[in-house]
T-cell receptor, first 111, second 114 residues
């Protein structure tokens, strides 16, 4: 079983719509959850992190965490063409150092 | 905004040679990391470093690899006897605190082994 799983996509959404990305993880000891955006050929860019169950909003982005279901999601509201990228889910255990990444979901926003 | 800087942006090396990848973490950060991403694959953890010693390493980080903080600002990854399969993007990251804290990534070094 993979540590972190994401739908690879591509996820195609029209401009202005909501993009919904999902991530599941296998290690119940995971405590910290991150979403990174990666443009083609570029490095991961941190966009959200969440530690507690529930929702966390930052601008057009909302992260949702459900530890009981071992599930974390990212919503992108009012999607823009500039949001077209691969979104990486990453998790780690408290007092652990490494981030375990999913393979990423590629999002394409259609103008 | 402070950022992690990496040099060189692209390194081309003959198989069997040694390479050193360099990173300058964010100045007030205490934890440093190396990750790699083979083309088309996911980002993989290599090693974390704190207080001048390795705090965690992955199975990938074998005797071929070493890390060092030679001075107060630089953090390096040395790869000895490079192999074709070492070709990848290598990312340095840093965080202000340890486990669970957001890690900020540099732009990466693309390593090509010929």
């Amino acid at each position: 079983q993979k540590e972190v799983e994401q739908n690879s996509g591509p996820l195609s959404v029209p401009e202005g719509a909501i993009a919904s990305l999902n991530c599941t993880y296998s290690d119940r000891g995971s405590q910290s959850f991150f979403w990174y955006r990666q443009y083609s050929g570029k490095s991961p860019e941190l966009i959200m992190f969440i530690y507690s169950n529930g929702d966390k909003e930052d601008g057009r982005f909302t992260a949702q965490l459900n530890k009981a279901s071992q599930y974390v999601s990212l919503l992108i509201r009012d999607s823009q063409p500039s949001d077209s990228a691969t979104y990486l889910c990453a998790v780690n255990r408290s007092n652990d150092y490494k981030l375990s990444f999913g393979a990423g979901t590629t999002v394409t926003v259609r103008a | 905004e402070p950022e992690v800087t990496q040099t060189p942006s692209h390194q081309v090396t003959q198989m069997g040679q040694e390479v050193i990848l360099r990173c300058v973490p964010i100045s007030n950060h205490l934890y440093f990391y190396w990750y790699r991403q083979i083309l088309g694959q996911k980002v993989e953890f290599l090693v974390s470093f704190y207080n001048n010693e390795i705090s965690e390493k992955s199975e990938i980080f074998d005797d071929q690899f070493s890390v060092e903080r030679p001075d107060g600002s630089n953090f390096t990854l040395k790869i000895r006897s490079t192999k074709l399969e070492d070709s990848a993007m290598y990312f340095c990251a840093s965080s202000g605190l340890g486990g669970g804290q957001p890690q900020h990534f540099g732009d990466g070094t693309r390593l090509s082994i010929l």
